[in-house]
């Protein structure tokens, strides 16, 4: 069994490339957590590669890449990863293009399911793709549900039901996803964390090994046993959600802020 042990600092223990999260850890809604930015350019300066793992799959990589830059943070397009991404590359395990997708979820989402062959549609779709939308409704749930019903299987990027924005929290794509599993019956596929494979994604495009790497994370259901079924030793950054003290999930570390 895992025990947790707190540092002072991260630089109390070694590594030599590091996967972080995005929402509560780099960031809180558009604001930068304080201390993240200096880290990462310390990291960027001596040599550490990072790569970003994000269960929200509202923008693109390039999209995260270019709000990090923003911020000060040096990063490509291909040192991002999110949920969207490890759930299109499901989406192309299981269906040839051509088929049927319903999806809720951004524009961004939308077009991106579009340029893989997919057709957008209502009814008769292989699939119902569910990602965090804000417009979300009664009559979006209820074509989900038919879909569903007549034998679309339902995907969602991440199971979140809740994620920090500034000030507070709001509801995440879990909750819009659960909504269709409780009144279909159907068992979802979560892609995103705590499942290991976007982080093996990450690891596969930047040639970071499993054994040198940290995984930075603000959720203890989600980041951190993504972190520990890869294989990566698991810090728990207290700058975003709360630690809920009745988990049972230990993480290797823990830390106040980067
Ligand atoms: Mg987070």
Not at 34 to 52: E, H
């Amino acid at each position: 069994m895992t025990t947790t042990r707190r540092l002072g600092s991260i630089d109390e223990i070694s590594f030599s490339a590091v996967l972080s999260d995005l929402d509560g850890v780099v960031y809180r809604g558009e604001e930068a957590v304080p201390g993240a930015v200096d880290r990462f350019k310390r990291w960027q300066v001596s040599g550490i590669p990072y790569c970003f793992v994000t269960n929200n799959a509202e923008k693109s990589a390039s999209a995260f890449a270019e709000k990090l830059r923003g911020l000060g943070i040096d990063c490509g397009r291909d040192r991002v990863v999110t949920s969207g991404d490890v759930a299109l590359n499901y989406l192309q395990s299981q269906f040839e293009p051509g088929h049927g997708v319903y999806v809720i979820g951004s524009q961004s989402l939308k077009n991106r399911v579009a340029e893989l062959g997919y057709r957008l549609v209502d009814g008769h779709a292989a699939a119902v793709l569910v990602a965090l939308d804000r417009n979300f409704d009664y009559a979006m749930m209820k074509t989900a549900l038919s879909n569903v019903l007549d034998g679309a299987r339902l995907i969602g990027t991440n199971p979140d039901p809740i994620r920090p924005i500034a000030g507070g929290f709001e509801p995440s794509a879990g909750a819009i996803t659960h909504s269709i599993a409780v009144s279909s019956g159907a068992i979802p596929v979560f892609l995103g964390k705590p499942e290991p494979e976007i982080l093996r994604a990450a690891m596969h495009r930047t040639g970071i090994s499993a054994s040198d790497a940290i995984m930075l994370g603000d959720k203890l259901d989600t980041d951190i046993p993504a972190g520990q079924r890869a294989g990566v030793t698991s810090i728990f950054v207290e700058t975003g959600v709360p630690l809920d003290a009745r988990s049972t999930v230990k993480p290797e570390y823990i830390l106040a802020s980067l």
